[in-house]
């Protein structure tokens, strides 16, 4: 079963509609994929609302797990804690955080302020340092390895030290287009590549599972 918790649609900057995208993965035989839009205060409402809405007729009328979250993107850092919570109370199921990838100017310590603000996962969180690993751990945010490129640059970073606390991380594609779909045989070329090992995939896997949990 693959999962893929990152995923954009025409709400922001992604090219496809939620069923269009979510019929894509389905037909490469993904269990759960959550919709995760970019937000910040100004469409926040709107996407939540609009995301609910198709997920729940994709998955009473689908094999797939369809999941209405949002992306949490360069907003101040002071101000995640806030968005999370009004987020939820609109029925967002997954919060993601645009964490501190190297390839866009994200304000400092947004990985600080996201694994403190209850989100569920933090993407692409760059040259994160290992004391924010450990609070994220205690917290249950999970850190992101992500397959698209430029924000991919500090994956092996980011493994490097997760490997001290089990590995607290989840693999996501961040698409935005179809292309960025991976189907079974290219996730798993990317799982391998970056040199994760059996053993290790096994507690990703169980982390995957972890996060639909918390949905259900």
Not at 68 to 91: D, F, N, Q, Y
Request: charged letters at 25%; a negative charge.
């Amino acid at each position: 079963m693959l999962f893929d918790y990152h995923t954009h649609t025409i709400f922001s900057d992604g090219e496809l509609l939620p069923s269009e995208l979510l019929r894509r993965y389905e037909v490469n035989n993904y269990k759960a994929v959550a919709i995760t839009d970019h937000a910040d205060s100004s469409n926040f409402e709107f996407i939540i609302s609009s995301i609910i809405r198709v997920c729940e007729d994709i998955t009473r009328e689908t094999e797939i797990i369809a999941i209405p979250g949002i992306e949490l993107t360069h907003v101040p850092p002071r101000m995640i804690e806030s968005l999370v919570l009004k987020a939820r109370r609109l029925g967002a199921k997954l919060i993601v955080l645009h964490g501190e990838t190297p390839v866009e100017p994200v304000p400092e310590k947004t990985n600080f302020y996201g694994v403190r603000a209850g989100i569920d996962i933090l993407a692409h969180p760059g040259f994160i340092d290992e004391d924010i690993i450990k609070t994220a751990v205690e917290m249950g945010v999970f850190l992101e390895i992500s397959s698209r490129r430029g924000h991919s640059m500090a994956n092996g970073h980011v493994l490097k030290l997760a490997r001290n606390y089990g590995l607290p991380v989840v693999i996501n594609s961040d698409a935005h287009s179809p292309s960025d779909i991976m189907d079974e045989e290219r996730w798993k070329k990317f799982v391998f590549g970056l040199g994760i090992s059996e053993e290790e995939l096994e507690i990703i896997y169980t982390n995957q599972i972890s996060v639909l949990k918390r949905m259900r």
